[in-house]
């Protein structure tokens, strides 16, 4: 796993994608989580309701997960162990300081056997590592815009297997 930063001459590479109704986005997560692997970083970005716990939704039924899934609105991060592979989806809506951060251990869950989903991910700025995928939610009048950029070469990878999947 290389966290190879892109070049910064490069044009970002990104997919956008309307996403019309509830379905649509957990479709899409779904789709998703084919071209996930071991060590990837995603942070989800979008207000309140935009949809980024139901897409994480969508990814965990695309992993096999079939009981409910909850947003880990109080309690900062949810935990997830799929045989090999284990994903944390954090929220870090109420994340207040460094001492939080230290003392749950947060460090330790970025890492390579691991997915790390996070959504309000400018909460906690600097103690986060570099996302390989940065997924943008807009509240439009009906439905959802999704943009997914790449941050590093890992993320680019995915990025290019979910466009291949989508024309397929
Ligand atoms: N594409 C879509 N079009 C319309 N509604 C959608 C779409 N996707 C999700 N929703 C709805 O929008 C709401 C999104 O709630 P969700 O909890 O996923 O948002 P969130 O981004 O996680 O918010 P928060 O920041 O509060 O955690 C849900 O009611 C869901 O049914
Ligand atoms: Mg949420």
Known sequence: MHRTHLDDFE?????TIALPDEAATLEFGKNFAACLRAGLIVFLYGNLGAGKTTLTRGILHGLGYTHSVKSPTYNLVEIYNFSQLYL???DFYRFSDFLEWEEAG????FNLESICLVEWPENAGNFLPTADLQ?????????????????????KRCLETLKNRKTS
């Open 106 to 109: 947060f460090r330790e869950y």
């Open 88 to 90: 944390y989806h954090f």
């Open 11 to 15: 044009p970002v590479p990104s997919l």
């Open 135 to 155: 997924i943008f939610l807009d509240i439009l009048e009906t439905g959802r815009n999704l943009e997914v950029r790449a941050g590093t070469e890992t993320g």
